[in-house]
């Protein structure tokens, strides 16, 4: 999981059938709150199984700024390649 697309498909996977998101609302642009229906306990458990697959530490401070899921895709991709 090194690109973009294989970081947004994951996520994506993830969304759907841990959070019960519909797919078709799952864009790069959807926001997690307002078109997604995630709290701010959704997000914890969302980086915490992101973790799991990326099998690195995620600092908190570097998704507090996250609203949409191109932010988590751009934070995700950061970390994998190094650049956190």
């Known amino acids: 999981?090194?690109?973009k697309?294989?970081?947004f498909n994951t996520i994506k996977e993830i969304l759907v059938k841990d959070f019960d998101c519909d797919e078709s609302k799952i864009k790069n642009e959807s926001k997690l709150v307002e078109d997604l229906d995630l709290d701010?306990?959704?997000?914890?458990?969302l980086v915490v199984k992101l973790?799991?697959?990326i099998n690195q530490k995620v600092d908190p401070e570097d998704?507090?700024?996250?609203r949409?899921?191109?932010?988590?895709v751009d934070a995700v991709e950061k970390i994998v390649n190094g650049n956190h």
């Open 5 to 7: 697309e294989e970081i």
């Open 63 to 66: 998704f507090k700024q996250i």
């Open 68 to 72: 949409t899921i191109q932010d988590v």
């Open 51 to 53: 973790q799991t697959i």
């Open 40 to 45: 701010s306990i959704d997000a914890v458990d």
């Open 1 to 3: 999981m090194h690109t």
